[in-house]
Structure formats: structure tokens, C-alpha cells
């Protein structure tokens, strides 16, 4: 061997004390809660092997503890699965790891780790309900709001009383849209808060329990609850904003408008806030008709943030209102060059197509809901306002094609009576080309949506007497004599259609009922009094049947041949059932002179 090689390895094992035991240090800045002497004892111990095999989980264990406390979450998680690749039923290292998971901000992991930690702890209530919480908190900082509660309420039923615990729950719950069970969570923390004389921190649970309530359009509970935040602390000044927003939805308009201005006072260093604020208290200057103010905090709105788009709406909506729609047309134009997005311009472009319409100018609205279209195909409004553009021009396919559009937009909300008339144009599209089946689809479908809807109803009648469905379509006809009632023109129609059903289906007598009703209501009405006579005649009374066809002759103008024929030959009917055959002869030729070719009239006067 070289000498010189020798020589300095005996100076290299010489500077080694031969006591050096790294696992006693180890042991002993673990004791004093010494991390990083502790993680550096332990990691020279592994270096030079200076371990004992059986104790390797465990200071793979403790070395992942101390990185964890040292912030070190990726030094952590080495040493935390060596642990349990060494030991898989290590339950403490179980345990560290899913915190080391929390620690690096992967929530999901740190979740599915705390639950699988938890299972360690069966037997221990204490630690297992802590494990479940941090489960629990773990969920909700990676917004998994469903799996937080899950674990949340495991937790709860470890110990209801653990104040943290009831606190995730709300807030998971309320972060969920669970609105009830929120409430129910933040009252449980107002009545176990281990800070009763701590105002501002008992406002922030009053303050939520109010969101809560609020969202369950319980506004009045919600009221009480920001009012006693600002009693608990009176700088909380979202509690301000939020009794702002509740009177605004109870229709408090002026009080809403103290309170809102309260609240800009209060917001003057948060131009996002301030910008909302502005906006609202807007809304609610024009809901107290104060146009003029509500107009200037449109005007704040925008200069605060020009992409505030609501405020332009809001301004176009003032100026239509004082029918100043230049002015709404301009306002709505600039809100189209101040956005950038060509999906956000849908809702311009399709308030201007409704100014457009108010103005009666109706290509330049037909032009204005195409490039709404354009811009977001799948927006409801433009496809139903276009639809009916169409309908008015009798271009029937466009029209069905653009309701359908409309009705298939998720997002388009309406009332049921405005989804009722839209399914009912769609249905008469569809009747006027011939398409029955479809209507008949698409009236139903306006019925299921407005059980009073008078047009789909009657609609409905005329299709199944075409199909020869007479007694659907009386049924149908029965339903609209009911909601014709007020209208008098169209309920001597309604009348009408159903004696001709009730006489397709041989019910004479209701049917002749029906047109008395109609004639009541227009006694001089030709094709009534004519149904009336037909009736009469096929009952046999026929006298009463000759009074009709009297009553018919002296409505008919003069150069109508054929009607006067047909009035002529009926009333020569009656006549000749009566047994006065002078006078049935005389209105038989009559019939004869003016329509020579009626073969009716010809047959009866040779009869006679």
C-alpha cells in the first residue's frame, strides 16, 4: 500500500471520536425538540449505518416529524414512506404523512391519507376525532366541500362539543350550498364558542349565520344577525354591506340606499367593493324612480372599473325608460367596444335588438339578435326574440328552428306563461305547415306550462276534430269556453267549434245548445244561424228551423248567388216538411234561378 495513502486514512479514522453514537444524539434532540440536530443525528446515523434495523421506521418516523416541523414538506414525505414502507401498520407515521401532504398543499392526498390514518385509531376516540378533522380541513382547502363534510360530521360525532369542528362544518356546508345545515352549524358555534367575550370573533360566526339565512330567503332572521354583528363589532363593515343587500331584496329601497351609501364610506380602499356598491345603490335609485342618481353611480361604476358591464345594461335600461333611446342604443354600443370578449357583447347586441323593436324598426332588431346569435349561439333570448321575427314574416321553419334553439338553452329562465306562449307559437308554426303531429306535441307542451293557456287550448280542439277525435276535441273546446268567458268574439267561435264536434259525434241537442249560446252573443251571425237550422231541421223542428232560415235571409248581400241559393233551398226544406207546398216550389226555383245548376234545389222542385 502507499505509504502516504495510509497515513491519511489513519488521520481520517482518528478524527472520529470512537464514542460518536449519532442515534443517542438523535434520541436526545428529539427529547429537547431540537429538529434539525435531531434530522441531522438521524441522517448521519443512516449514512454510516450506525442503527439498529428494528428502529429504522422509527427514525425514519422522526425524522419526518422534524422536517415537518422545520416546513421541509418534501424531505417529510421521503422520510414518512420509508417509514411505513418499512412498517405499513405505523399509525403514527400515517398520520404525519397526510399532515406532510397538507404541509406540500396537496390536499387530496393529505385527505385520502388522514382518512386512511384514521383507520389506525379505532380504539382511541380522542386522536381518531382529531384525525378526522384534519381529514376534514383538508378537503376544504382543496375545495372538495362534499368529502370535508363527510369527514366533519365523523368528527362531530367523536365530540359535538369541539369548537373547531363545528366551525368546518359551517363553513364546508356553506361553501356547498347547504344553506340549513350552515345555519344549524354556526348556531352550535355560537352556543360552544369558547369566546363569548370576544365580540369581534362572536361576529364572525353571527355575521355567517346571517349569509346562511340570507340565502335561504330568510331575510328577516338574516337582518337580526348583521345587525348584532355590528353591535359585537362595529367595524365589521361587510355586515354593513350585507344589511344593505338585504333590505335591497325585501324592497327596502330607501333604506337599502342609506345603507349602501354607509357602506361606500366604509369601502373607499377596495375599488372591486366600491364598484359593486355603486352599482347596486344604482339599481336602487332607479327602483325609487330616481333617475338621475341612479344614472351618477352608473357613471361611478364605470370610471371605477370600466369593465363593470351591468352598469352600462343598467344605463340603457334608465334611458328606455325616459325613451331616450339614442341615448340607450350609444351606451349599449359603447358597452360592445369596451369588452373584449365576444360572448359578454350576446347581451348587448340583444338589448339593442329590443330597443330596436320598441322603435318598430325591425330589420335593424332582426340584425341586431343575429349577431347576439353570433356571438353566443347558445343564448335563449336572441333565438326566441329572432324566432318571433320570423313567425311575424310567416317564415315558419325559421321560426321552429330558432324556438327549439331557444327552448334547449339551459340558460334561458323564464316563467312558465312565457314558455307556455313560446311552445305555443312553435306549435302554430307548425300548424300553419301542415305538420299536426308536432303542434299537437308542442300545445300540449304549452299547456303543461300554463294549464290557462286560452290559444294552445283551442288550438288543441280544432287538431282533434281534423282527426276526427271528437270528443277530445269537445273536451278541449269545453276548456276554452271557459277561458274564452271574457272574450266575446272569440267565445261565439268556441261555441261554435264545439257544436260542430258535438254534431260530429251525433250530439244533437248539446250541440244545438252550443249554437244558441253563440247566437245570444251574435245573434246576426250567418254561419251560426246556419249550423242552428241544419240542426233543427235534422231534429225535426222544423219550424223552428224556418225561424232560422228567415233570420239568414236578409243578411246575405245580394250578389252572393250561392249562399242565398243554399238559404233558398234549406228554408224550401222546411216548407215542404210543414206540408206548404206552394211556398217550398217557389223557394226551391228561387234557388234554381239563382244557381241554375243546384241539383238539390232541381230534385226537390220536381218532387213538389
Known amino acids: ?94 398520520w404525519e404523512l397526510a399532515y406532510a401532504f397538507f404541509q406540500a398543499n396537496m390536499f387530496d392526498s393529505a385527505g385520502f391519507q388522514y382518512r386512511k390514518a384514521a383507520a389506525f385509531y379505532n380504539t382511541d376516540a380522542k386522536n381518531q376525532r382529531t384525525i378526522y378533522y384534519w381529514e376534514a380541513y383538508s378537503w376544504f382547502k382543496g375545495k372538495k366541500y362534499a368529502n370535508s363534510i363527510t369527514a366533519g360530521k365523523q368528527s362531530y360525532m367523536l365530540d359535538s362539543s369541539d369548537y373547531a369542528t363545528v366551525g368546518l362544518l359551517g363553513d364546508a356546508c356553506y361553501n356547498n350550498y347547504q344553506y340549513a345545515n350552515a345555519h344549524y352549524y354556526y348556531t352550535r358555534g355560537i352556543q360552544i364558542s369558547p369566546n363569548q367575550n370576544d365580540g369581534p370573533k362572536m361576529a364572525v360566526l353571527y355575521f355567517w349565520r346571517g349569509k346562511s339565512s340570507y340565502n335561504l330567503y330568510k331575510y328577516a332572521d338574516a337582518m337580526r344577525d348583521f345587525e348584532k354583528v355590528l353591535t359585537l363589532d362595529p367595524k365589521y363593515r361587510n355586515a354593513t354591506r350585507e344589511i344593505a343587500f338585504t333590505y335591497d331584496r325585501l324592497k ?52 371605477r372599473q370600466p369593465q363593470y358591464f351591468s352598469a352600462y345594461h343598467q344605463k340603457a335600461k334608465i334611458y328606455s325608460e325616459q325613451k331616450k333611446y339614442k341615448e340607450a342604443l350609444d351606451i349599449l354600443q359603447r358597452r360592445i367596444e369596451a369588452d373584449a370578449s365576444i360572448s359578454g357583447n350576446s347581451f348587448a347586441h340583444f338589448d339593442r335588438g329590443e330597443i330596436f323593436m320598441i322603435l318598430k324598426d325591425t330589420s335593424k332588431a332582426f340584425e341586431s339578435f343575429k349577431l347576439s346569435i353570433a356571438a353566443n349561439s347558445y343564448l335563449g333570448d336572441p333565438r326566441i326574440a329572432l324566432a318571433d321575427i320570423y313567425f311575424s314574416r310567416k317564415q315558419y321553419l325559421d321560426a321552429i328552428t330558432n324556438y327549439q334553439k331557444g327552448l334547449d338553452d339551459f340558460s334561458f329562465l323564464t316563467d312558465s306563461t312565457t314558455e307556455s306562449t313560446i311552445y305555443t307559437r312553435k306549435g302554430l308554426s307548425n300548424y300553419f305547415l301542415g305538420y299536426r303531429y308536432t303542434a299537437s306535441a308542442d300545445f300540449k307542451s304549452a299547456l303543461q306550462y300554463d294549464k290557462k293557456n286560452k290559444m294552445a287550448t283551442r288550438y288543441l280542439g280544432e287538431l282533434n276534430y281534423v282527426d276526427k277525435n271528437y270528443t277530445a276535441a269537445e273536451d278541449y273546446f269545453t276548456r276554452a269556453i271557459e277561458l274564452y268567458k271574457s272574450e266575446k268574439d272569440s267565445l261565439v267561435n268556441m261555441y261554435n267549434y264545439r257544436g260542430m264536434a258535438r254534431t260530429a259525434n251525433k250530439k244533437y241537442t248539446p250541440a244545438l245548445e252550443d249554437y244558441n249560446e253563440a247566437l245570444k252573443l251574435k245573434p246576426k251571425d250567418y254561419g251560426t244561424l246556419y249550423r242552428a237550422g241544419q240542426l233543427e231541421f235534422e231534429l225535426k223542428n222544423y219550424t223552428d228551423a224556418l225561424a232560422t232560415f228567415n233570420k239568414m235571409l236578409p243578411l246575405i248581400k245580394p250578389d252572393n248567388k250561392n249562399d242565398l241559393a243554399l238559404t233558398y233551398y234549406c228554408r224550401g226544406r222546411c216548407y215542404f216538411e210543414l206540408n206548404k207546398k206552394a211556398e217550398a216550389k217557389s223557394d226551391f226555383a228561387k234557388a234554381l234561378e239563382l244557381v241554375p245548376t243546384y241539383a238539390e234545389a232541381k230534385q226537390w222542385l220536381e218532387k213538389n
Open 1 to 94: 500500500m502507499n505509504m502516504r495513502l495510509f497515513s491519511i486514512l489513519i488521520l481520517l479514522f482518528a478524527a472520529i471520536p470512537v464514542w460518536a453514537d449519532p442515534i443517542a444524539d438523535g434520541n436526545k434532540c428529539w427529547d429537547e425538540k431540537n429538529y434539525q440536530c435531531m434530522v441531522d443525528s438521524y441522517r448521519e446515523a443512516l449514512t454510516s449505518r450506525q442503527y439498529d434495523q428494528k428502529d429504522y421506521a422509527t427514525i425514519q418516523y422522526r425524522m419526518g416529524f422534524g422536517y415537518n416541523k422545520l416546513k421541509r414538506a418534501e424531505d417529510a414525505l421521503k422520510s414518512l414512506r420509508e417509514a411505513i414502507r418499512s412498517n405499513p401498520t405505523y399509525g403514527a407515521a400515517n
Open 252 to 303: 327596502s329601497w330607501k333604506d337599502a340606499i342609506n345603507f349602501y351609501s354607509k357602506s361606500i364610506a366604509l369601502f373607499n380602499d377596495d375599488n372591486a367593493s366600491m364598484s359593486e356598491l355603486f352599482y347596486a345603490r344604482a339599481v336602487a335609485y332607479y327602483n325609487v324612480k330616481d333617475y338621475s342618481k341612479s344614472l351618477m353611480d352608473c357613471d361611478s361604476t364605470i370610471r
